[in-house]
């Protein structure tokens, strides 16, 4: 092994959280820093959407996916930060010493704070635990994506697409646009679990179904290649209502049925995971329980805007540099955030008591409201409402609190987000 190199931040992923990170690291005053990156180029999963949608918040203009990364490399070039291409981050250790691998070999890093904006991976067929054939033609949606998108491969040709996530209603369109028929979406929850944009613009405008209550219960195979998929009603346990079947004559299936974030690095690191969001569990500066390991991203949880994965990449790596330029933090006692009524999980999950500046709040309601008024508590005081129109589980929830508020919830022992009627 190669050895060994040291940075004041080192940024692993270097998708448009890990390139926000950076910008800001090297904006607070941390001149060296590095972001690793496994793959051929910068910008993660936004190198595949090709569809516009993106930058409306951070950018205020309408961009596709690569034209928002285009803007992030050009800020971090703009600063020289360096990043390192085809290097794969293997492993994390609790002291800050990075393993990676590349063309050069087995190397090592220690840097004096990391933030991890590995991203997330798609929950394949295997997670979900579909009868029927194991033939060629099920896929997960991102994975077509990449092939349509930036292989240049057609996944199929009459498709079916088990989920409503944004992925696979972005899919449902693509698919349609490159000459395939999408028989139909099928959603085993009574309502579109991506975002309402995505479910007029991409199945309304080309009418394509969405069939919600429905599920796949067998995929049926000719030739060693998808030749239908046999479709459910569910009942209100999620469970196939017998004598509902019915076939759905299909060459492709595609999987948009959730994400996870991505862990590996993290978990080996010993940092400690959040039950709901499956990521890494952090208080209000982003740092993990390891002291100088940061998260944002889609690692920490699966967000529905690259806006706000950057916003919040942005304070991961403000505090990185923060840490690494002051030789650390003295972390001492914290609150944990309780989520009440309506809300499925809050990030951050600590407060901590000595903290300092603005605390940003991002939440995933549990169910919907027409109307909601979203409430902080600190010690059973309101200290921040909010009314919302539409609440749904789709669609997180940011809001970024004054000092005194954040003050307020620095000093109490007991801190609340829920959803009042
Ligand atoms: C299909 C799809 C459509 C979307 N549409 C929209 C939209 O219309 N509008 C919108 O605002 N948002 C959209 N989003 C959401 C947005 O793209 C994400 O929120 C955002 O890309 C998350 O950024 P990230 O940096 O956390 O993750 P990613 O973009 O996934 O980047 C993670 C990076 O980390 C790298 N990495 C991982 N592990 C390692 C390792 N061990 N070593 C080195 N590098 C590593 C990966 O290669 C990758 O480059 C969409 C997402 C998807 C998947």
Not at 156 to 172: F, K, N, Q, T, Y
Not at 398 to 405: G, H, M
């Amino acid at each position: 092994m190669i050895n060994c190199e040291s940075r004041s931040v080192v940024v692993i992923g270097g998708g448009p959280a890990g390139l926000s990170a950076a910008i800001a690291a090297f904006d607070a005053g941390a001149k060296d820093v590095l972001v690793l990156e496994r793959d051929t180029r910068l910008g993660g999963i936004l190198n595949q959407c090709i569809h516009n949608g993106f930058g409306l918040t951070l950018f205020k203009s309408e961009l596709t996916g690569p034209e928002y990364a285009a803007r992030l490399i050009d800020m971090a070039s703009e600063r020289g930060i360096e990043c390192r291409l085809n290097t794969t981050v293997v492993s994390v250790a609790p002291d800050k010493t990075i393993t990676c691998v590349s063309e050069e070999g087995v190397f090592s890093i220690t840097a004096d704070a990391i933030v991890l904006t590995c991203g997330c991976r798609e929950r394949p067929r295997g997670a979900i635990g579909i009868a029927g054939a194991r033939c060629a033609g099920v896929y997960t949606a991102g994975t077509a994506q990449k092939l349509v998108n930036i292989m240049g491969y057609m996944a199929g040709r009459e498709c079916v697409i088990l989920g409503s996530g944004d992925i696979g209603l972005i899919m449902a369109r693509r698919m349609t646009l490159q000459g395939a028929k999408v028989r139909a979406v099928l959603e085993i929850m009574p309502r579109a679990s991506g975002l309402m944009r995505n479910v007029v613009q991409c199945l309304n405008d080309y009418d394509i179904p969405l069939m919600t209550s429905h599920t796949v219960v067998d995929v049926l195979s000719q030739g060693g290649r998808v030749s239908g998929v046999v479709a459910a009603k569910v009942d209100n346990d999620m469970r196939p209502i017998a004598g509902s079947e019915f076939l759905l004559p299909c060459d492709t299936l595609l999987l948009s049925v959730g994400l996870i974030p991505e862990t590996e690095l993290a978990r080996e690191a010993g940092i400690g995971l959040h039950r709901v969001t499956g990521g890494a569990e952090v208080d209000d500066t982003l740092m993990s329980n390891i002291d100088g390991i940061f998260c944002a991203g889609n690692m920490l949880h699966v967000h529905d805007l690259a806006d706000y994965a950057c916003l919040e990449s942005e304070v991961a790596g403000k505090r990185a540099a923060e840490y690494a330029i002051n030789g650390g933090v003295t972390r001492g006692a914290f609150t944990s955030v309780e989520c009440g009524d309506g809300i499925r999980y809050a990030v951050p999950m600590k407060i901590l008591s000595s903290g300092s500046g603005s605390i940003t709040f991002t939440a995933r309601p549990s169910a919907e409201y027409a109307l909601g008024r979203i409430c902080i508590e600190a010690d059973g005081e309101e200290i921040y409402s909010k009314r919302e129109a539409g609440i749904r589980p789709a669609t997180m929830l940011r809001y970024v609190l004054n000092s005194a508020q954040s003050d307020k919830l620095r000093s109490a022992s007991r801190i609340c987000i829920k959803v009042r009627e």
